[in-house]
């Protein structure tokens, strides 16, 4: 295995930072406030590179650890397959990955709500245990944090956001 793959993320998160930091200079300033439209994108690239710098000097100065090999307990058995999330490893990262582009290509079409809802339930699918009682539960989660953020974006911020098929 890879030894310095959290400097490799750490070299990453600080190119990212320096980026949304060059990004967010360009920014307009619409009125006269201390916090303008370019505070939050600095304050995360600030963030971004700290961050990043923890990970490439800890990675770098950690010494080299042999491979932890657990031992298996005795009496100790396989994880039941309903405990187990319905998609797992690497293959999980992979699935959020395209599941976040589809989110942001529906978005216009589906709007707001409908999208993060949808979004919201397959992605609690993907990370949890899969467990068809707790269904109803995952989908009124994800219609409640759909419709609050929403709420909260449209009414208390004054966000415009994309009201899609519900209009």
Known sequence: ????????????????????????LDFMEFGRSAVGADFMPKLCAVLLVALGALLLLGDVRRPKAAPFRPRPIEGDAPTPKEDRPLI?????????LVLMLAYVAALPVLGYILCSALYIFVQI??????????????????????????ALFVHVFQVTIPAGLLG
Request: net charge positive; charged share 5%; proline share 3%.
């Open 1 to 24: 295995m890879f030894r310095y793959h959290n400097a490799l993320t750490g070299g990453a998160m600080i190119l990212l930072g320096i980026g949304l930091y060059l990004s967010s």
């Open 88 to 96: 797992g490893g690497g293959l999980a990262v992979i699935v959020s």
């Open 125 to 150: 699918l993907i990370i949890s245990p899969f467990r068809r009682a707790r269904l109803p539960l995952y989908l009124g989660i994800s219609v409640a944090v759909a419709a609050g953020s929403y």
